[in-house]
């Protein structure tokens, strides 16, 4: 099998946890490069992988081909601009970019030099999202009117990244945790007709927004996305109402926490939520109601890597691409003209 040697842009969390595993475990993938500005500390688990003190460096090594840009988001546009006038294929984490004009600068230039640039939307791999996108996508209730996604925390504490937590480009819970329900929904129902959107700074001494609550108008379904860091006690975070019934789903996937253990992807338990964390489905037909709890279906972040495989080695569609996170952003830009402006932003 072919190997894709593969750079990331940084070790801390994100390189350490979503991406250097599945990386490792992937037959078609090398790990082969890190940037690493001041601590080395990839070395220590990958004794084998490269670690280049800067950026241009590792550009410059024609044995790069594929360069995972997993850094702030204030840095997507100019990282990513690099890598792929490199001549490198690039993904790129949520958000995409701080704005509408880097992204559509962005898939533009990926066209011009024929390189593909996806972004790292792992939460489609969820197993929660996946259990959600099979009830929607066999139409179990029906004709769908109204639909909930949230993400929610309970953290007052300040993130001690600073970057998280300074106000600027690319700050806030918007982009941060934004981008997984917006592309959680743009899935299940497509590009909506308007929105409405309030964000807000509700923790102590905060100075960056860390609630959000967007309301997306298509003509016949609501769909409301909610985040914020101070819920305790977290409501579903899928609730969908159709003419046929319910269904409500817990946010449960597992693999971050199994991650952040040092636990490996590849075992035939990876991915499984424990039972209490079915969702309920309940519904309404000839013979009645029937309330049921649905088992949930496996989620594994080694899908979205098996797809970018297939991409770069047999032109198959890429499992996220550009344009993906261009309709994300485009959603973002006008959820902050909304909050600013107090009003509904027309999409159409």
């Known amino acids: 099998m072919q190997k894709i040697n593969t750079a990331l842009c940084s070790f801390g969390m994100s390189g350490r946890v979503f991406h250097a595993p599945f990386l490792e475990q992937h037959p078609g993938f090398q790990l082969y ?11 220590e688990l990958y004794p084998q992988v490269i670690s280049y003190v800067n950026y241009e460096e590792l550009l410059a090594d024609p044995a790069i081909e594929l360069v995972v840009v997993n850094t702030p988001t204030y840095t997507h546009y100019d990282f990513t601009r690099a890598a792929l006038l490199a001549g490198k294929h690039v993904i790129v984490e949520k958000a995409f970019t701080v704005t509408v004009a880097q992204a559509e600068e962005l898939v533009q230039l990926a066209k011009s030099q024929n390189r593909k640039l996806s972004v790292y939307q792992n939460r489609r791999w969820d197993s929660d999202f996946k259990t959600v996108q099979k009830i929607v996508n066999e139409k179990q209730l029906g004709r769908i009117v109204e639909a909930e996604i949230h993400y929610d925390r309970y953290n007052l ?22 981008p997984h329900i917006i592309d959680q929904a743009l899935q299940l129902f497509g590009l909506p007709d308007a929105l409405f959107a309030d964000i807000r700074t509700l923790r102590p001494s905060s100075q960056v927004s860390d609630y959000l609550d967007i309301l997306l108008y298509y003509p016949a379904l609501r769909v409301r996305l909610k985040s914020g860091y101070i819920v305790k006690e977290p409501p579903p975070a899928f609730i969908l109402h159709g003419l046929e019934g319910s269904f409500l789903k817990h946010r449960a996937d597992l693999q971050e926490t199994d991650l952040q253990k040092g636990l490996k992807p590849g075992s035939a338990e990876w991915g499984r939520e424990p039972d209490w964390a079915q969702g309920i489905l309940h519904k309404t037909g000839k013979k009645g109601d ?10 594994n972040y080694m899908d979205y890597y098996d797809a970018i495989y297939g991409a770069l080695t047999t032109n198959k569609p890429l499992p996220v691409t550009a344009e993906d996170g261009l309709a994300v952003m485009r959603i973002i830009e006008a959820a902050i003209e909304s909050d600013i402006q107090k009003k509904v932003i027309d999409l159409s």
């Open 157 to 178: 504490a300040l993130s001690p990244k600073a970057h998280k937590e300074t106000p600027g480009p690319g700050a806030g819970v918007l982009h941060d945790l934004g």
């Open 290 to 299: 029937s309330r049921e709890l649905v088992p949930t279906l496996q989620g």
């Open 33 to 43: 490069a890190v940037w690493e500005r001041s601590k080395k500390s990839v070395q």
